[in-house]
């Protein structure tokens, strides 16, 4: 078959879309295809739509479902009303989306391309597939739904009449994989049968995102990964890390390198016979599901060392069959850096802008230097977690927000960790010196540049420290690369296992679960010396962390507080020593270094001016020299790096007369802190312009949650004060740990807010169908978020009566007007 060209876009958020497309573009060539890549937003300046005759596109959902920056003026456009019926009727397409399906609306701007797409005339060639986060590895989705597509892509490329041609039956098998949904295989939908669609992707719950991956429960999940990595997450539901994705062979189209158990490459024909038969030997190597989820502080799940089983699989060791069986592994990544160590010249690092310039994600506006002020102890000594509230001090006018808003902290890797990882790699001695990162000379690697989050001219010691995401499990693109690198047989075999087809669940159980470093894997596999080169290549950008605002601009228009956990790792589990959050470790050092501590009988109140190292960040992306990272020297100002992120919904109606009802449980509490502090000094003296009298202020209902009544209920003292005043109309608490007690009905108190609003359920139904009130959630997406969905609906289901499919449509209608809002995060 002769080279076909097909248009390839993708809208990303943090770039992960871009990366999976970058792979796609890689791939193209070896499948007798060529294709022009750009981002949506290059739309009517690189491409139209209207004259592509096909085209592959890879998006993203952020935030409440919602498109990203980068592909919101192609949306703008897409939607247009007065675009005809038949605007895109000679579009042939494919579809890939991403999204997190702890998030209430799962992949639902994938969803929304694709409904429109249909809308304007286009044909669906290909299954879409939904790429689900939340199950620990896009992956899972990516990869068979890649593999999937050069064939349809040829069927098109060929002139077939896809009209008129039933979908493949790789089409069909692919849509099981990707979907889960066989009806979905090659429907064309015309405007007229929209409601009608409309009803059943509600019934099937897809309107609230609640569909499931089929033999997702077998899937090895990451629940709270971002404990591990990247302390916590916001809305937005890619993670930012570029992750190549080749499964296919080194040697050409439709061919695999499959390694026999003593590590002998084979040729093979990738017939449906032996990919049958690579499935069925997969599946043999897969023993039932394992329950993901990284232990909280002070759990460790015993490992196969520690309970004495020397013949169980690790991280290091294997078992048959897998330790007997041929491996296929995936496509050996091309290097394409090149580092030069830089004598007679000097860096100067305080004047680098931020991760080389790369655009920070969600931000609003520029960085801003803010003076940390104060930190205050919100747990006792006894708790399962520690908490802190933070005060932060912005210039006057540099820093704008409003109660809800959330920001963007800049954060460093630990030192301490950036040391052993540098001493691991071999180049210690050169860490401090210039180097001069560039495109290797005549690589293979098509569009090769220097990630734009790592400076052209600065020293290792910064970029790892600022720049790189160290603590990033490593993809199977990266274990292959390693392999290359390891000297000893044992070692490169078990590497070879953990990055093949073949070993899909101890790479999931070994490295996932526990969410491994690389630092972890270079202990594990202590023959392993890769150069510096290719692990610049391969790990992902270290991500600003989001933080919600927790108090208001009338309280002071330059502090504002949040408050965060401390996030505890233990060693374990291939975990070669403990770790904190990468920003909460961080935060609390600061406080740690503190000389002045004050303690009350709830708090403890640290001061923590003139305590650490100054990071100077301007209004302009500049980031201090890399030593700043030591926390035991004492400065005169403590400063760090922020933004303002974009927040288009989580804010107070305009209209202060308005019923809230706030619902969140631990940290989640902290935007609502805010909402009533800024009440608060709203309704002292404020006048209604119209009456001329005291302005209305609805009633505001706040659902909190913690563990123990005395030893984690934040923000306890101000909320009985919100209360007191007035502005607080009821406060509803839940203690999960403490012994339970009877109540007046002679029934145990409540455990959770879910428990409570259960209790209250009559009055809750009534402000909502009968009051217009507005509904805030805040808080843990996998569980606490769905929890509360679920009871709304239950709710909602006894007061109105109404059976599912009118509930959901109900909650649909609720969140559209902007009165059921949530800010979670996995």
Not at 30 to 40: E, G, P, T
Not at 313 to 321: E, Q, V
Not at 411 to 418: K, T
Request: aromatic share 6%; net charge negative.
């Amino acid at each position: 078959m002769g080279k076909g060209r097909f248009l390839l876009l993708y809208g990303s958020e943090t770039g992960q879309s871009q990366a999976i497309a970058e792979e796609i573009h890689d791939l193209s060539s070896k499948h007798d295809l060529k294709c022009d890549i750009f981002c949506l937003s290059m739309t009517e300046k690189k491409f139209s739509l209207p004259k592509e005759k096909c085209a592959v596109i890879v998006v993203s959902t952020t935030g409440e479902g919602e498109c990203p920056e980068t592909a919101m003026k192609f949306w703008r456009r897409l939607r247009k009303t007065t675009l005809p019926p038949d605007h895109l009727a000679q579009l042939n397409y494919a579809l890939l989306a991403l999204g997190d399906s702890n998030y209430s609306n799962f992949c639902r701007n994938g969803k929304n391309f694709d409904e429109r797409l249909q809308e304007l005339g286009a044909n669906r060639f290909y299954p879409t597939g939904h790429a689900d986060d939340a199950v620990g590895t896009l992956e899972v989705v990516v990869e068979p739904w890649i593999e999937g597509l050069w064939k349809e892509l040829h069927r098109i490329m060929d002139g077939l009449d896809v009209d008129s041609v039933a979908p493949s039956e790789n089409a069909t098998q692919q849509n099981m994989i990707c979907n889960g949904v066989a009806s979905d295989v090659g429907e064309i939908r015309s405007p007229g049968n929209m409601e009608n669609d409309r009803r059943t992707r509600v019934e099937k719950g897809e309107e609230t995102g609640s569909e499931q991956m089929p033999g997702k429960e077998q899937i090895l999940g990451k629940e709270q990964q971002d404990e591990c990595t990247n302390d916590s997450t916001d809305g937005v539901t890619e993670r930012g890390k570029k992750r190549p994705l080749s499964t296919t062979s080194v040697d050409g189209v439709g061919n695999s390198t499959l390694l026999s158990a003593d590590g002998n490459a084979q040729e093979s024909s990738s017939t449906p016979e032996q990919n049958k038969a690579l499935s069925q030997q997969q599946d043999s190597n897969g023993h039932g599901s394992v329950n993901g989820g990284t232990p909280e502080s002070g759990e460790q799940h015993a490992s196969a060392e520690t309970l004495g089983q020397p013949n169980l699989a690790s991280l290091t060791r294997s078992m048959p069959p897998l330790s007997e069986s041929a491996l296929t592994l995936p496509l050996l990544p091309h290097p394409y850096l090149r580092v030069e160590y830089v004598a007679n010249e000097m860096v100067d690092l305080e004047s680098l802008p931020i991760q080389g310039g790369a655009p920070l994600p969600s931000a609003s506006s520029g960085v801003t230097a803010a003076s940390v002020v104060m930190a205050t102890k919100l747990t006792t000594e006894d708790s399962v977690k520690t908490a802190l509230d933070i005060e932060l001090k912005v210039p006057e006018n540099s820093f704008d927000f409003q109660p809800g808003d959330s920001f963007g902290i800049i954060c460093p890797n630990s030192s301490e960790e950036v040391d052993d990882l540098l001493k691991q790699l071999e180049v210690t001695d050169l860490a401090d010196r210039p180097v001069r990162v560039s495109v290797l000379e005549g690589t293979q690697k098509k569009r090769a540049a220097v990630p734009e989050f790592i400076p052209a001219f600065s020293t290792l010691r910064h970029v790892f420290t600022w720049c790189l995401d160290i603590r990033a499990l490593p993809k199977k693109a990266f274990l292959r690369a390693l392999v290359e690198y390891s000297s000893n047989p044992r070692e490169k075999r078990r590497l070879q296992e953990l990055c093949s087809k073949q070993g899909q669940t101890d790479y999931a159980t070994h490295l996932r679960r526990p969410c491994l470093s690389l630092l972890d894997i270079l202990r594990a596999f202590p023959s392993c010396h890769p150069p510096i080169e290719r692990i610049l290549e391969h790990c992902p950008r270290l991500q600003p962390r989001p933080y919600s605002i927790s108090s208001s601009p009338l309280a002071s228009p330059s502090t504002f507080h949040f408050v965060f956990n401390i996030i505890n790792i233990p060693a374990g589990e291939g975990r070669s020593q403990s770790r904190q959050g990468v920003c909460t470790g961080w935060l609390n050092r600061l406080a740690m270094t503190s000389r002045r501590v004050q303690t009350t009988s709830q708090q403890v109140t640290v001061d923590l001016n003139e305590e650490v190292n100054k990071l100077t960040l301007g209004t302009q992306p500049e980031v201090s020299t890399s030593r700043t990272c030591d926390m035991n020297e004492k400065t005169q100002d403590t400063q760090i790096g922020i933004y303002p992120r974009i927040n288009q919904h989580f804010h107070l109606p305009e209209d202060p007369s308005v019923p809230l009802i706030l619902i969140g449980p631990g940290t989640g509490v902290a935007p609502f802190v805010g909402f009533l502090e800024h009440r608060h000094h709203m309704m002292k003296g404020v006048v209604d312009e119209q009456t001329g009298g005291p302005s209305t202020f609805g009633p505001v209902w706040l659902f909190f949650g913690c563990r123990h009544k005395e030893r984690d209920y934040l923000y306890r003292e101000k909320l009985q004060m919100f209360v007191e005043t007035g502005v607080l109309s009821q406060l509803c608490v839940s203690f999960s740990r403490d012994e339970p007690k009877e109540g007046h009905s002679g029934e145990s108190a409540p455990c959770y807010v879910q428990d409570n609003m259960k209790v209250h359920s009559k009055e809750l139904a009534a402000w909502v169908l009968e009051q217009n009130a507005h509904i805030y959630v805040c808080g843990d997406a996998k569980n606490m978020a769905k929890n509360v969905l679920d009871t709304w609906k239950d709710i909602l289901k006894e007061k109105t009566g109404q059976g599912d499919y009118e509930i959901v449509l109900l909650i649909a209608k609720l969140r559209e007007e902007k009165r059921y809002l949530e800010d979670v995060w996995t």
